[in-house]
DNA sequence: GCCTCCCGACAGGCTCAGCCACTTGGCCAC
DNA sequence: GTGGCCAAGTGGCTGAGCCTGTCGGGAGGC
């Protein structure tokens, strides 16, 4: 996973003038409701092209910072153009602390949930996956593809689209997390273990000991990746 | 509150090639790593031009869904191009217990961290927002701003960019909530008290108490919220 | 036979000039 | 005061064109 050989692009144009424009609106101390300049002027001024000038406000427009109004111009929605794309900070390996809280946060939630709304086909999943990582523990696999199948069976069995939506923002840097966790010794059936623990929490509906079983795995798995991680030297 | 006076803008074309993007890519089953048809000849066979193909595929960019490489094409990093942006999910009225949902997994662990790893500095801010919240109060007044203030400084204090991020996801929809708890009658002091029980936990460092502090505060809002939200008949 | 290098086709990056569509505000007739 | 009208300003979009980067295949050297 080395990042030396990447190809390397040259900054597209449009980024650099959505930098300028943040840049501009808070040495102007802009706020939510004022004007940007026109195109026309803005083209001028930073010496790009209008049609430059246009791709950065549409990706402005569709992260939802500006309000574009045909033949009224642009307008702020926020009091500031940053908007801190997810990817930024999920990206980062010196994150990973901050990824395992927020999938603590999520997760234990989406138990509880899960525990109370789940119906019979919800279950029915969770017991596949269940069954899919017994099945490659007993072969002496990690069970990583059945405890991805599981977690996402839980999200779904939450049904929370906003909660859902999260994960699925995480779900890169957990999966790593997940790998790491299950290649320690002895691991994957005490990790399918905690796992059973869930899934009958689930089945019982009992939203609180769903929600404990949860917690407990996740912080096993958190304990084991944050042993490993040293935020100087991280070779992955 | 009516949307019916709402000015009504048209489709921008861009939205419209991003759309076509997508059903093309679903119709001839792209997957991650196909290459999108060139530029100008998704200019010709949409009969648009190619800066409004540019403008899609910025968009498309911007979202992570593709990989745009200068001389070389542009790429799916996805077997989709839907993105599902968190507005959608968040705006509908519809949603509103899912964000109710969301904002109790995220405050309540953001509480625990906040006891935790709060500085002198956090808590201070933590006691401002509590003071001005109490001032607000004794003049009769809702507290709004000191509530918002506390949450937002509670937020900083457990330190996780992450769950800080998606928390500013559903800013709106809560302080929405907030607004009409705090319109209950009798609301306010009782609010105020919760708050101060949060930030005792958060002071004495006790994790549990402040999850368990701030679990209660959301589950009070959550109810007063619920009982006024009519799925059918949604006037704001 | 194989490797290297170079070139040309093709891809995206960006500009320029211009016209169309919509908003706004002021002026005028009523 | 009301409504219609017009002009200026602003975003929407186009078309042609040139630049820069990528990639594959053929010419030439070994």
Redesign the interface.
């Known amino acids: 996973m080395s990042d030396a050989l990447r190809?390397l692009?040259?900054p597209?144009l449009?980024e650099q003038v959505v930098a300028q424009l943040r840049e501009h609106v808070a040495d102007q101390g802009l706020k939510a409701g004022d004007r940007l300049p026109p195109e026309r002027e803005l083209a001028e001024r930073l010496g790009v092209s209008r049609?430059s000038i246009?791709?950065a406000i549409?990706?402005l427009e569709?992260?939802?910072l500006v309000d574009v109004?045909?033949g009224g111009g642009t307008y702020l929605r926020k009091d500031t153009l940053h908007s801190?794309?997810?990817?930024h900070?999920?990206d980062r390996r010196r994150?990973l602390p901050?990824?395992l809280?927020?999938r603590?946060?999520?997760e234990?939630?989406?138990a509880a949930?899960a525990a109370q709304r789940r119906t019979p086909e919800d279950l029915a999943a969770i017991d596949a996956a269940l069954a899919e990582m017994r099945a490659q523990v007993d072969r002496g696999e990690s069970g990583e593809d059945g405890d991805r199948r599981f977690h996402e069976a839980v999200t779904v069995a939450?049904h929370?689209?906003?909660?859902a939506?999260?994960m699925r923002q995480?779900t890169e840097p957990i999966a790593e997390s997940r790998r790491e966790s299950l290649r320690q010794p002895g691991r994957p059936p005490r990790s399918l273990a905690q796992h059973e623990r869930i899934a009958d929490a689930i089945r019982a509906g009992d939203a609180r000991a769903a929600m404990r079983a949860m917690h407990r795995h996740v912080e096993t798995v958190s304990r084991v990746r944050l042993l490993n991680w040293d935020p100087e030297n991280e070779a992955g």
């Open positions: 190809p692009t040259r597209r449009y049609a246009k791709q549409v990706v569709v992260q939802g109004r045909h801190e794309p997810v990817e900070l999920v994150r901050d990824v809280d927020a603590d946060a999520l234990t939630k989406l949930l939450a929370s689209g906003l909660l939506h999260f995480i």
